[in-house]
């Protein structure tokens, strides 16, 4: 069954000659323009199948998507689903499929290697090197991975991944995500908990959740005032997930020890933001997901999925669990894959 897919991010010319390749030879029929208006997204996706977003989305809206009757399914190239109206998606019974496995391992290792740079403070040391002061010029190497308490906060394909990847380290860590039962938690060796469990025991909390109207604020005040003053944050998922201003004062008051950040609330954030006064605070540019197979990766998870729509198959990964289908073949998600994310 032929499938047209638009999409509303991007030229042709910025699709790989081997990902169109492939796209037809699955029967796909592929629009592509860089749409910088609603009307332009409708226009070019109006009889389509399926709405591609590779990045941000700044084009659909709740209102827009209304008018696009014969749209089946909306897909993100990547994890975050944050910025498409999911909500009116459900209502109208169209499927948002996103590709989180395309950017797991390197945000992974991102959190990683922000978790050592704020734990062995590898970032201040390179400045005070560089200011002359051989010696750590005072500054203090605080603590060790080794041992330590990990807390996880969403266990999917990234969350999945750093669990795997800290084993050797020797930690004990507890994983909070309702989503996944604790059988599967116990194939990576990890414990479930609740988020309250798990804030008073770690000395390292990662955050691994989408950002969903049940996330946003996860991480204010009080949770933040639960955690140990030794303990570190680490947030490479969204930046709504933390109250920030609550983390501000959790910084510079010693209610933790520190954070290493992916993400903030404002992207990109205003040059006198108070965390970067703050010297127990890792900042990069919500860059975790790049690496050198980043295009190919997300190129061939993307054509993947669409290659599964167009045999009306459930892809991979879809974060709108409770919808009813505009399709009849996908009636009745399977629910051994409904937790992928």
Same mark, same amino acid.
């Given at each position: 069954?032929?499938?047209?897919?638009?999409?509303?991010?991007?030229?042709?010319?910025?699709?790989?000659? !081997?990902?169109?390749?492939?796209?037809?030879?699955?029967?796909?029929?592929?629009?592509?323009? =860089?749409?910088?208006?609603?009307?332009?997204?409708?226009?070019?996706?109006? &009889?389509?199948?399926?709405?591609?977003?590779?990045?941000?989305?700044?084009?659909?809206?709740?209102?827009?998507?209304?008018?696009?009757?014969?749209?089946?399914?909306?897909?993100?190239?990547?994890?975050?689903?944050? &910025?498409?109206?999911?909500?009116?998606?459900?209502?109208?019974?169209?499927?948002?499929?996103?590709?989180?496995?395309?950017?797991?391992?390197?945000?992974?290792? /991102?959190?990683?290697?922000?978790?050592?740079?704020?734990?062995?403070?590898?970032?201040?040391? &390179?400045?005070?090197?560089?200011?002359?002061?051989?010696?750590?010029?005072?500054?203090?190497?605080?603590?060790?991975?080794?041992?330590?308490?990990?807390?996880?906060?969403?266990?999917? /394909?990234?969350?999945? /991944?750093?669990?795997?990847?800290?084993?050797?380290?020797?930690?004990?860590?507890?994983?909070? &995500?309702?989503?996944?039962?604790?059988?599967?938690?116990?194939? @990576?060796?990890?414990?479930?908990?609740?988020?309250?469990?798990?804030?008073?025991?770690?000395?390292?909390?990662?955050? $691994?959740?989408?950002?969903?109207?049940?996330?946003?604020?996860?991480?204010?005040?009080?949770?933040?005032?639960?955690?140990?003053?030794?303990? @570190?944050?680490?947030?490479?998922?969204?930046?709504?997930?933390?109250?920030?201003?609550?983390?501000?004062?959790?910084?510079?008051?010693?209610?933790?020890?520190?954070?290493?950040?992916?993400?903030?609330?404002?992207?990109?954030?205003?040059?006198? $933001?108070?965390?970067?006064?703050?010297?127990?605070?890792?900042?990069?540019? $919500?860059?975790?997901?790049?690496?050198?197979?980043?295009? =190919?990766?997300? !190129?061939? $998870?993307?054509?993947?999925?669409?290659?599964?729509?167009?045999?009306?198959?459930?892809?991979?990964?879809?974060?709108? /669990?409770?919808?009813?289908?505009?399709?009849?073949?996908?009636?009745?998600?399977?629910?051994?894959?409904?937790?992928?994310?």
């Amino acid at each position: 069954m032929r499938l047209k897919v638009a999409l509303v991010t991007a030229n042709a010319e910025r699709v790989p000659a !081997w990902a169109r390749e492939e796209l037809a030879r699955e029967g796909i029929e592929l629009v592509a323009r =860089q749409c910088r208006t609603t009307e332009e997204a409708v226009e070019l996706a109006r &009889d389509a199948d399926v709405l591609w977003l590779f990045g941000a989305n700044r084009v659909i809206t709740p209102e827009s998507l209304s008018q696009l009757l014969r749209c089946a399914a909306m897909m993100r190239s990547g994890s975050g689903t944050d &910025d498409l109206p999911v909500e009116e998606a459900t209502r109208l019974g169209i499927v948002v499929v996103n590709t989180p496995a395309a950017i797991a391992e390197a945000v992974a290792e /991102h959190a990683i290697a922000l978790l050592f740079a704020i734990v062995r403070q590898t970032s201040r040391l &390179d400045r005070v090197v560089r200011e002359g002061r051989w010696g750590g010029g005072g500054t203090r190497v605080p603590g060790l991975l080794g041992g330590g308490v990990l807390g996880l906060v969403g266990f999917g /394909h990234i969350g999945r /991944h750093v669990a795997r990847k800290l084993r050797g380290f020797e930690m004990r860590i507890l994983v909070s &995500d309702p989503a996944v039962p604790a059988e599967e938690m116990a194939r @990576y060796g990890v414990e479930p908990a609740t988020l309250e469990e798990i804030l008073p025991q770690v000395d390292f909390l990662s955050l $691994h959740c989408p950002l969903i109207p049940a996330t946003r604020g996860l991480i204010g005040e009080a949770q933040l005032r639960q955690m140990k003053p030794t303990a @570190y944050l680490v947030n490479t998922t969204r930046g709504g997930v933390v109250d920030e201003a609550a983390l501000v004062r959790a910084l510079r008051e010693g209610w933790i020890a520190g954070a290493a950040l992916d993400v903030l609330e404002q992207e990109p954030p205003p040059p006198n $933001h108070p965390l970067f006064a703050l010297e127990n605070v890792v900042i990069t540019p $919500h860059m975790a997901a790049s690496s050198v197979r980043f295009e =190919q990766e997300f !190129w061939a $998870h993307s054509v993947r999925a669409l290659a599964a729509l167009a045999r009306r198959e459930w892809p991979e990964s879809w974060v709108n /669990h409770g919808v009813k289908p505009r399709w009849p073949e996908l009636a009745g998600a399977p629910a051994s894959r409904q937790a992928a994310r």
